[in-house]
């Protein structure tokens, strides 16, 4: 794949990791259509039941690439990349295979929206969390749906609407991640966990993450519907656009 890389460890887990270091692993329509594939091999695969999902360099993913979003012309264009872009972390939470987000870096937008989509977050001292969709005349359509689920309605407020950064223990403090480790540690604690998780029957593993998601996200399309307006909206182009020149 041109985008993320899967590794087998033997051990009934494998890592998964986002592989755009030159981009912060920004998210490309590339990641979009790839990711869902990923999630079809890990669960085709005998041998893996648990996955760790984390970000290859210094960031674990910096959100959308606005590029490909800019190049994007018509509300249709605008629908059809929101609904893939939903689609694929809705794959996460689809998955058999359990997903355990690494935290390595920034989280950024759908940097944010992944760590929500996985069962389970670890995060790196270093790690930043942030809907940077707001400055920008935005919306992230997966993160205001299933943020509350995660973090409860008034930080998804918070996050959504203030565009502010927040650190790794703030995240942990209002369940956004479940442990916080030094960034040496973070992968082998990932790890550990991953195969304790392993250990056990795998029906009962995927049984029991399918009865946990059993209330995936709704709304979802109504959330397409919105975000697709306001990227067609006349301010969020030019901001998107004086933001591209930036980059």
């Given at each position: ?62 959100g959308g690439d606005i ?25 996460i939470e689809r998955a ?122 709704e709304g979802l399309s ?26």
């Amino acid at each position: 794949m041109e985008t993320l890389r899967i590794e087998r460890r033997g051990d009934g887990t494998a890592v998964l990791t986002m592989d755009r270091p030159e981009k912060l692993n920004a998210m490309s329509q590339a990641f979009f259509q790839e990711l869902p594939e990923a999630m079809r091999m890990l669960d085709e695969d005998p041998d893996v039941r648990v996955c760790v999902l984390t970000g290859g360099g210094r960031a674990f993913a910096a959100g959308g690439d606005i590029a490909d979003f800019h190049a994007l012309q018509g509300i249709g264009d605008y629908r059809r990349q929101v609904k893939m872009a939903l689609e694929a972390f809705l794959s996460i939470e689809r998955a058999e295979t359990v997903m355990i987000a690494a935290v390595n870096g920034i989280a950024f937008g759908g940097g944010t929206e992944i760590t929500l989509a996985c069962d389970v977050a670890f995060a790196s001292q270093a790690a930043q969390f942030s809907f940077k969709e707001i400055t920008l005349g935005l919306m992230p359509g997966y993160g205001l749906v299933r943020g509350p689920q995660v973090m409860g309605r008034a930080w998804t407020h918070w996050m959504v609407l203030s565009g502010d950064v927040l650190d790794a223990d703030h995240a942990l403090r209002i369940g956004l991640v479940q442990h916080v480790s030094s960034p040496d540690a973070l992968l082998d604690n990932a790890l550990a966990l991953a195969a304790r998780i392993a250990a056990h029957p795998p029906i009962a593993l995927r049984m029991a993450k399918r009865f946990i998601n059993r209330h995936a996200p709704e709304g979802l399309s109504e959330s397409i519907e919105a975000t697709a307006f306001l990227m067609s909206s006349p301010d969020t182009r030019e901001r998107v656009a004086a933001f591209v020149g930036r980059a």
